[in-house]
C-alpha cells in the first residue's frame, strides 16, 4: 500500500506564493503519474497538473503559466509551485498516483489534501 501525505497549505494573499509538499511512503515515480487535483467548496475536483513517469508535464489552462509541478526522486516527493495566486485557487489540494493504461488513466492512491485559502 502506497501512501500519500500532503503538506504546504494555508492562507496567503492574492498574487502570492505557496508550494505544496506531496511525499510518497515508497519509491513510486519511475513507474506511477503523479497528478494535483484540486477541489473548491459547492465545486467538483479538477485536474490541476500532471506529471508522468517519463517526467512530462501538463496543465489545465486555468493554471498554466503559474503553477509549475516536478518531483524530488531522491526523497519520494511531488511538488506543485503556485504561483500569482488568485482568489479562485482557494480549494483542497489533493495528491494523486495513477497509471496510464492505453489511453485510460487508472488512479490508484489519494492523498488527504491540504487547504488553500487565497484572501486578502
Known amino acids: 500500500q502506497v501512501q500519500l501525505v500532503e503538506s504546504g497549505g494555508g492562507l496567503v494573499q492574492p498574487g502570492g506564493s505557496l508550494r505544496l509538499s506531496c511525499a510518497a511512503s515508497v519509491n513510486i515515480f519511475n513507474i506511477y503519474t503523479m497528478r494535483w487535483y484540486r477541489q473548491a467548496p459547492g465545486k467538483q475536483r479538477e485536474l490541476v497538473a500532471t506529471i508522468s513517469s517519463g517526467g512530462s508535464t501538463n496543465y489545465a489552462d486555468s493554471v498554466k503559466g503559474r503553477f509549475t509541478i516536478s518531483r524530488e526522486n531522491a526523497k519520494n516527493t511531488v511538488y506543485l509551485l503556485m504561483n500569482s495566486l488568485k482568489l479562485e485557487d482557494t480549494a483542497v489540494y489533493y495528491c494523486?498516483?495513477?497509471?496510464?493504461?492505453?489511453?485510460?488513466?487508472?488512479?490508484?492512491?489519494w492523498g488527504q489534501g491540504t487547504q488553500v485559502t487565497v484572501s486578502s
Open positions: 494523486n498516483a495513477g497509471l496510464n493504461v492505453g489511453d485510460i488513466y487508472v488512479s490508484k492512491y
